[in-house]
């Protein structure tokens, strides 16, 4: 398995600016895309054994992080 973190700006090409701009007008948006950025870390860190964890708590983690994307996708498409 590849432990490569799943970047906003690799998962939404050609989306950069849209998303500098939803984070500096939404509020929302910006605490969603924090929120990503902390438990993508999170599984990075898990992934490559810096902190590991069980599988119980990596599925969560990975299961928070596409609820996480999926709602960013969502406000970036509106």
Do not use: C, S, W
Not at 54 to 68: E, F, G, N, S, T
Request: net charge negative; hydrophobic share 40%.
């Amino acid at each position: 398995m590849v432990h490569t973190p799943h970047e906003l700006a690799e998962d939404f090409p050609g989306e950069h600016e849209k998303i500098a701009k939803l984070k500096a007008e939404n509020a929302h948006f910006a605490k969603l895309v924090d929120e990503y950025h902390e438990i993508n870390r999170a599984v990075h860190r898990a992934e490559t054994d810096v902190e590991p964890t069980d599988d119980v708590h990596m599925i969560d983690m990975r299961k928070q992080r596409m609820k996480l994307k999926d709602e960013i996708a969502a406000l970036l498409r509106a």
